[in-house]
């Protein structure tokens, strides 16, 4: 089994930062894409940004040049780092990873999620 547990998320005024991390573990042979997606109230989940295992990223046009997704592949941590938050970014941040097994199964993975809340 894979688990995976995210943290960073909190209340923040429309301007600010926050860096949300999420570190997996479990039965891990390596992990190919990590990504974010967010939820809204009464909104679709959609994707925020996501990185391969070397390194290449693409965001949602909504969070180009604001925010920036980095991964740790020794930690098995992705990363979200979000700068000038805006009230459009509240909502229910998840990670996720496409993880292979000892076995070369390769399953989808998801957090518990982190609420981010920009409001002043």
């Known amino acids: 089994q894979v688990q995976l547990v995210e943290s960073g998320g909190g209340l923040v005024q429309p301007g600010g930062s926050l860096r949300l991390s999420c570190a997996a573990s479990?039965?891990?042979?390596?992990?190919?894409?990590m990504g974010w997606s967010r939820q809204a109230p009464g909104k679709q989940r959609e994707l925020v940004a996501r990185?391969?295992?070397?390194?290449?990223?693409n965001y949602a046009d909504s969070v180009k040049g604001r925010f920036t997704i980095s991964r740790d592949n020794v930690k098995n941590t992705v990363y979200l780092q979000m700068n000038s938050l805006k009230p459009e970014d509240t909502a229910v941040y998840y990670c996720?990873?496409?993880?292979?097994?000892?076995?070369?199964?390769?399953?989808?993975?998801w957090g518990q999620g982190t609420q981010v809340t920009i409001s002043s």
């Open positions: 996720n990873a496409n993880v292979r097994n000892r076995y070369y199964i390769t399953n989808d993975y």
């Open positions: 479990g039965s891990i042979l390596g992990i190919n894409t």
């Open positions: 990185i391969t295992s070397d390194g290449m990223t």
